[in-house]
Nanobody, 119 residues
Framework: QVQLVESGGGLVQAGESLRLSCAAS????????MGWFRQAPGKERDLVAR???????YYVDSVKGRFTISRDNVKNTVYLQMNTLKAEDTAVYYC?????????????WGQGTQVTVSS
């Protein structure tokens, strides 16, 4: 069983940056897909970005050019660098990983970290 703990959220003004971290324990992240999701009040939880076992990345259109997902398999941590934040980025951000190597499925979830962007 893998445990995921997010950190780095907070309150910032529009245009500022934050870097979220997701530290894993109980299992290596190497060989597994990782994703960042977000859920705004009253909305569903949606994918923001994902990174594959070989480092391939994907971003939803709304964050392309502003967010960067990366992974450090030595530190067993995944990051989400968020630049030029907008009010609509306000949400609880969750990281997730797969239970199966080399599969884009998300079975394990962290507790989330709140990101609030004031306009």
């Amino acid at each position: 069983q893998v445990q995921l703990v997010e950190s780095g959220g907070g309150l910032v003004q529009a245009g500022e940056s934050l870097r979220l971290s997701c530290a894993a324990s109980g299992r290596t992240l190497s060989g597994y897909a990782m994703g960042w999701f977000r859920q705004a009040p009253g909305k569903e939880r949606d994918l923001v970005a994902r990174i594959g076992w070989a480092g391939t990345t994907y971003y939803v259109d709304s964050v392309k050019g502003r967010f960067t997902i990366s992974r450090d398999n030595v530190k067993n941590t995944v990051y989400l660098q968020m630049n030029t934040l907008k009010a609509e980025d306000t949400a609880v951000y969750y990281c997730a990983t797969s239970a199966t190597p080399r599969k884009y499925q998300f079975d394990y979830w962290g507790q989330g970290t709140q990101v609030t962007v004031s306009s």
